[in-house]
């Protein structure tokens, strides 16, 4: 049993499960309708802190190139379609999911 994260398009929700428990939900801002975020299996593949730029405080990469999960300098994007493919979070909750995530945890975007 590993843990994975379900990132929910329509609702704009990323679900956190341990275990295959669901630990925690968190509200995030997805693809905007020219650079919609990738539906599918990926997995995490790399994780920086303090990336800079528009990436916030942390960054986690996925499988799918140029596609990850990271902070914003935007908060008022969250909750909207607001990026170029990835999904943002508020920067206290990307740090506190970058805490839990190991490089391979499983990630499925869907559109739900």
């Known amino acids: 049993m590993a843990?994975?994260?379900v990132v929910r398009?329509?609702?704009k929700k990323l679900d956190y499960y341990r275990q295959d428990k669901l630990y925690k939900t968190y509200s995030v801002a997805v693809g905007k309708?020219?650079?919609?975020?990738?539906?599918g299996s990926f997995t995490v593949i790399n994780k920086a802190l303090n990336p800079g730029g528009p990436y916030g405080t942390r960054w986690m990469g996925l499988s799918k190139p140029h596609i990850g999960i990271h902070g914003t300098n935007n908060p008022a994007s969250i909750g909207k379609a607001?990026?170029?493919?990835?999904i943002r979070m508020h920067n206290k909750d990307?740090?506190?999911?970058?805490?839990?995530?190991?490089?391979g945890t499983r990630v499925r975007i869907v559109n739900e």
């Open 9 to 11: 398009l329509k609702s």
């Open 3 to 5: 843990d994975k994260i």
């Open 94 to 103: 990307v740090e506190e999911l970058f805490g839990m995530v190991t490089i």
């Open 82 to 86: 607001a990026s170029k493919g990835c």
């Open 33 to 39: 309708p020219l650079t919609p975020t990738p539906k």
